[in-house]
């Protein structure tokens, strides 16, 4: 029973555009929230993250919007680079064990 | 520097073997988990140790142990492998009561 939901498995965009990835949950529990990006045969590696205390938070070219009633985040790119093409993960956490959706693909066009 | 290393990367096997994957964090961190990526891409939870304890055991097979000999070393050993046991393993570690972890390159298990 997936917890947390990323319901597009893919976005293309192009280079210099924005980016939007969303993601929406169910435990009500959760309080925290993270973004991760993965390249093909690599290790996710962390992005960004919010605590259920705030509704933004901002890093550079990345922010991550979180709407507690809805139960939905979502992930802003701005703009979006070629290396900026990959799989990025929501995760969200109770209690330090995460649990993850199942990712959406970006791909950046030039 | 390494943070989270996995030995081997890659592990092709036959059905009934038994194997095991390592994982080392030079982090200095005090928790680490064994995540599963299945075909569908899912990461799922296997088992998180805090300073060589057993904190978290999800429903996973007894065919698979975790070792972890101090709290910078958390290794694998799965027995009488099986086909639906092929997957990507990831190893993370996390520091005190920060959220984040930190994954290691992953481990693709084929067993034929």
């Known amino acids: 029973d997936q917890q947390v939901k990323q319901n597009s498995p893919s976005l293309s965009v192009q280079e210099g555009r924005i980016s939007i990835l969303n993601c929406d949950y169910t435990?009500?529990?959760?309080?925290?929230f993270l973004w991760y990006k993965k390249y093909p045969a690599e290790g996710p590696t962390f992005l960004i993250s919010?605590?259920?205390?705030?509704d933004k938070n901002e890093d550079g070219r990345f922010t991550v919007f979180l709407n507690k009633s809805a139960k939905h985040l979502s992930l802003h790119i701005v703009p979006s680079q070629p290396g900026d093409s990959a799989v990025y993960f929501c995760?969200?956490?109770?209690?330090?064990?995460?649990?993850f959706g199942a990712g959406t693909t970006v791909t950046v066009r030039a | 520097d390494t943070a989270v290393s996995q030995t081997p990367k890659y592990l092709v096997t036959q059905m009934g073997n038994d194997k095991s994957i390592k994982c080392e964090q030079n982090l200095g961190h005090d928790t680490m988990y064994w995540y599963k990526q299945d075909s569908k891409k899912f990461l799922k939870i296997m088992f998180s140790y805090n300073n060589k304890e057993l904190i978290i055991n999800e429903t996973v097979p007894n065919r698979f142990s975790p070792k972890s000999p101090d709290k910078a070393h958390l290794n694998l050993h799965i027995n009488s492998l099986e086909l639906g046991d092929s997957a990507v393993y990831f190893c993370a570690s996390r520091l005190g009561h920060y959220n984040e972890q930190f994954f290691g390159p992953g481990t693709r298990l084929t067993v034929l």
């Open positions: 995760a969200a956490s109770p209690d330090y064990k995460l649990s």
């Open positions: 435990n009500s529990m959760f309080d925290y």
């Open positions: 919010i605590s259920s205390i705030k």
